[in-house]
């Protein structure tokens, strides 16, 4: 029995009340009188996130993320699936099961994202099927192939026909799009979208009927700009153990209601709505559903003062009073060391004008440019005076040495599919795309990661060969990760589980990604999250100009495009 101030989500009041819990569950909640410090409110619910980007397993992001206040999250693994596939869903629901923290699924919907870059697994129609039957899988993931869905892609809609008839909703992902073609996105029958990067785009999608998750993520923010369109769920996305030691959603709703939202619209949206988009059974203090609750010490300030879940106290005064579990690591990296010359851009003449990447700081959306650039011994060189660095994507699962004979050679031919002229193969058969980027400012050294959206192959910026191979290769020493490499040595982050993650504490890896980002700095990068700005430049959904491992892609247009407009002689 629990007594104290409660809030009511379905009326807003807050009252004294008695809180009564059988087996975890609430039996009965009666007012009473008393004088109480502090307000009980229903534990805090993530309706959108990718555990795999906060670099922790399920269990060390739980140990995380309860002290804030967290109790339930909903989470697409398609990061781990696009390396592992249905092992990797599997990792992640066994090591979901040995905290308290409530962890739902979504049934990845897009793996591959995209036909136009090389993935370690597929998930297709019969997978989400048997994955969609799992108590655990509350949703189908966000239908990133919106063109897919626009043009009646039969893998597409076998995949979304399969959560209708499990009856469970599906995720959507659809940045910019509008009009007509979004009527037909919504038609489908897509329920929610965390994409929206302004005001114009969010009420579209709200007057259409779509439930908008208000994203506040490492990469991507956009609070400040949505705010005023109203929403139904305050969600994260992503995010990086930094910022995971500031808060989890306790920080977003304090924003919210910094920036103006009614603190308790602010909660609803983290609590009773997203359960009751995805059926699950708390994000109240009512009877019948689960003892999941936080005690703050009042609805201006929000700060967590203890948790509850299932009616036991599992953190209190920031600390978790659980452990988190260890695991078995294997090399996800199938990829040989490099040299420099795996990272020319072959070309003729003195100079040209080629396509250049632009990023911003805080969105994952690019833009194009064009720069014209030096060519020195037949290679494209970057130009730090202009900010023009060379990235590279690099095909890591060992899908391309399919494309050996039996006496162990290569056809070249078959290799250079879907690659520009422009670029090189490596000699160990790995396929590897090579174009311009600019925003990362980067006066010298090189950043490597094999962390990138969606198919996390490996990705580097570099402002010169030399550094981009030697990055990659302590990238490979590493078994996956995060390296950052200059004059004045490297920097590495250790990321043996998929290429992806670390069962360790937040503190210590929030400490070594610390030092990667302050070496960054030295080099001259100013963004806030350089490797996580980085991870997205391979995301071929997100507009504008993106990169695989098979070629520059323009996803207006959905096709490769040439890193080389023209030729200077």
Not at 316 to 333: M, P
Not at 346 to 368: L, M, Y
Not at 466 to 494: P, R
Request: glycine content about 8%; charged content about 25%.
């Amino acid at each position: 029995m629990i007594r104290g101030n409660i809030l009511n989500v379905f009326t807003g009041e807050v009252y004294p009340a008695e809180i009564t819990i059988k087996s975890g569950i609430i039996t009965c909640v009666k007012k009473i009188e008393g004088d109480f410090d502090g307000i009980i409110i229903p534990g805090l619910i993530d309706a959108h996130i990718h555990i795999e980007s906060s670099m922790l397993t399920p269990s060390f992001f739980a140990k995380a993320v309860v002290p804030h206040g967290t109790t339930a999250v909903v989470t697409d693994p398609h990061e781990i699936a696009n390396v592992w596939g249905l092992d990797g869903i599997n990792f992640m629901l066994n090591d979901a099961e040995k905290v308290p923290l409530r962890l739902s699924f979504t049934a990845p919907s897009c793996v591959p994202a995209t036909e136009f870059e090389t993935s370690g697994a597929d998930i297709g129609p019969d997978e989400i099927d048997i994955l969609l039957e799992k108590e655990e899988i509350v949703a189908l993931g966000e239908m990133m192939n919106f063109p897919g869905v626009i043009n009646g892609d039969p893998q597409v809609m076998a995949k979304i026909a399969s959560a209708k008839r499990h009856r469970k909703p599906v995720d959507g992902h659809a940045p910019l799009l509008s009009d007509g073609e979004l009527c037909s996105y919504v038609s489908a029958g897509i329920s929610t979208d965390h994409e929206c990067s302004s005001l114009e785009e969010a009420l579209e999608k709200r007057e259409l009927g779509m439930k908008i998750m208000v994203r506040e993520g490492s990469s991507a923010k956009n609070l400040e700009d949505l705010i005023s369109a109203g929403g139904d769920f305050l969600v994260s996305d992503d995010k990086h153990p930094q910022d995971l030691l500031e808060g989890h959603l306790d920080y977003i709703v304090k924003k919210a209601i910094k920036l103006g939202m009614d603190p308790v619209e602010a909660i609803k949206m983290v609590t009773i709505n997203p359960a009751e988009h995805y059926s699950l059974n708390m994000g109240a203090i009512s009877l019948g559903r689960v003892a999941d609750f936080i005690l703050i010490d009042n609805l201006t300030s929000f700060n967590v003062k203890k948790v509850f879940i299932g009616g036991e106290l599992v953190a209190e005064n920031k600390s978790a009073l659980f452990d988190a579990s260890h695991q078995d690591q294997s090399n996800s990296i199938a990829l040989e060391k490099l040299e420099p010359s795996d990272f020319r851009i072959q070309a003729s003449g003195n100079e040209a004008i080629v396509r250049v990447i632009n990023v911003s700081d805080g969105q994952i959306i690019t833009s194009e440019s064009e720069a014209r650039i030096q060519i020195i011994n037949q290679d494209l060189v970057p130009d730090t005076s202009l900010d023009v660095l060379k990235i590279s994507v690099i095909e890591r699962h060992g899908k391309s040495i399919a494309f050996k004979n039996k006496e162990g050679s290569a056809d070249r031919e078959s290799l250079n599919n879907n690659n520009n002229n422009n670029n090189n193969r490596l000699e160990n058969l790995s396929n590897l795309c090579t174009a311009f980027v600019k925003g990362f400012d980067i006066k010298e050294g090189a950043f490597a990661s094999s962390v990138a959206h969606d198919s996390h192959n490996v990705i580097v910026i570099g402002t010169d060969n030399q550094y981009m191979s030697q990055a990659v290769n302590t990238l490979i020493e590493n078994k996956g990760g995060l390296v950052a490499i200059s004059k004045n040595g490297k920097k590495s982050l250790k990321l043996p589980i998929a290429g992806l993650m670390v069962d360790d504490d937040v503190e210590i890896v929030s400490s070594k990604l610390q030092e990667l980002h302050n070496m960054a700095l030295e080099m001259g990068c100013s963004l806030e999250s350089p490797f996580m700005t980085m991870s997205f430049l391979a995301l071929l959904v997100i507009p504008q100009l993106k990169i695989s491992d098979k070629g520059l892609f323009d996803v207006s247009k959905f096709e490769f495009v040439d890193v080389i407009k023209k030729i200077i002689n």
